[in-house]
């Protein structure tokens, strides 16, 4: 009996490390610090879904010294997130990628005035961006709008605008907005510019991989976005325990912030993630959004040709 025991505890063993040599390291870059932005991945790999398709998913985050295209560019990563329109300049300047998985199908992008009022009443006053990013929509609307703005660039924190260092803010709705929220600042409807709701909804966040990549992975990185969207499917029917696991990352990261505002920010993500046509979470890029993006970015100088909705998915 004791040597059966024995002969099947290291059958077990020879059959987990089996399980692991099979297992495909995937490199994710992130394009932010551990939050519940990306609470479905988090679960696919704590859930055993990346595992179960045959993948060792790592997670790595951008800095300001090492953006996610960099990372991708120098081979630091397989993959990186990206909004649409970043993706779209990247492939304009001559570098392919391929969307390999999409969660954002809506604008969260808004500009706060700090002083009540219609943002577009706000010529030339000082507008605080993003410093880690392009601020596509911004400069479109700049000068789409003749805006003038005096650009000030921040790096992720509201205390710029709370202290009256600038006229108006461009945030987005499931971070620096709900921060306000919880500072208890008074946010009336009239003093918000709403992008999704003023004819520029475009999609945001999806993972990508170089083309070439593509080409010589494609099994794997389907099973990659299968297992992803059944981590996303499970945070949006189990929110509190998804919030568990996302406060593991947090903690791990060092990241000050608090599970309120996590909650809040998943509900946000999760919202975002539905088609504004079906209400429901596709995970697919909307060829119409590609196409209005990428002429808004030709148009007002940003890239010199039309990147197609085949070219971004790799066909």
């Known amino acids: 009996m004791r040597n059966h025991k024995i002969g099947f505890y290291l059958f077990s063993i020879l059959m987990f490390c089996s399980c692991m ?11 932010w610090t551990p939050q519940a932005e990306f609470a479905g991945y988090y679960v ?22 090492a ?24 492939i304009a300047s001559g570098k392919p990628l391929v969307n390999i998985f999409q969660t954002s199908m809506n604008s969260s992008y808004i500009i706060v005035s700090r002083w009540g009022k219609n943002p577009l009443t706000q010529k030339r006053d000082r ?8 601020n596509y929509l911004s400069f479109i609307l700049d000068r789409k709008q003749k805006m003038d703005y005096e650009w000030v660039f921040y790096t992720g924190n509201i205390n710029v605008f709370l202290s009256g260092g600038v006229d108006a803010m461009t945030m987005v709705s499931y971070s620096e907005y709900l921060q306000l929220k919880q500072a208890g600042f008074d946010m009336p409807e009239e003093s918000l510019f709403r992008f999704k709701d003023n004819g520029y909804n475009i999609q945001e966040n999806g993972v990508y991989v170089k083309r070439d990549y593509y080409i010589s992975h494609r099994d794997q990185v389907k099973r990659f976005a299968e297992a992803s969207k059944r981590g996303w499917e499970w945070a949006a029917t189990h929110q509190e325990e998804a919030l568990d696991i996302v ?7 060092h ?10 920010m998943l509900e946000e993500i999760l919202r975002l993630q539905k088609d504004p046509n079906s209400g429901k979470r596709e995970y697919r890029v909307r060829p119409d959004m590609v196409k209005k993006a990428s002429t808004l970015m030709r148009d007002f100088g940003m890239i010199d040709r039309d990147v197609t909705y085949n070219e971004l998915m790799g066909k």
């Open 255 to 264: 990241v000050q912030t608090n599970r309120v505002i996590q909650r809040m």
């Open 44 to 65: 696919a790999k704590e859930k055993g879904f990346y595992k179960e398709a045959g993948l060792d998913v790592e997670m790595h985050y951008h800095s300001l010294s």
């Open 127 to 134: 507008l605080a961006v993003y410093m880690s990013e392009p």
């Open 67 to 90: 953006s996610v295209h960099y990372r991708m560019d120098t081979d630091e990563c397989d993959a990186g997130l990206f909004s649409l329109m970043a993706a779209i300049d990247i």
């Open 247 to 253: 406060m593991k990352y947090v903690r791990d990261g």
């Open 21 to 31: 040599l099979k297992a495909e390291k995937f490199v994710l870059t992130m394009n």
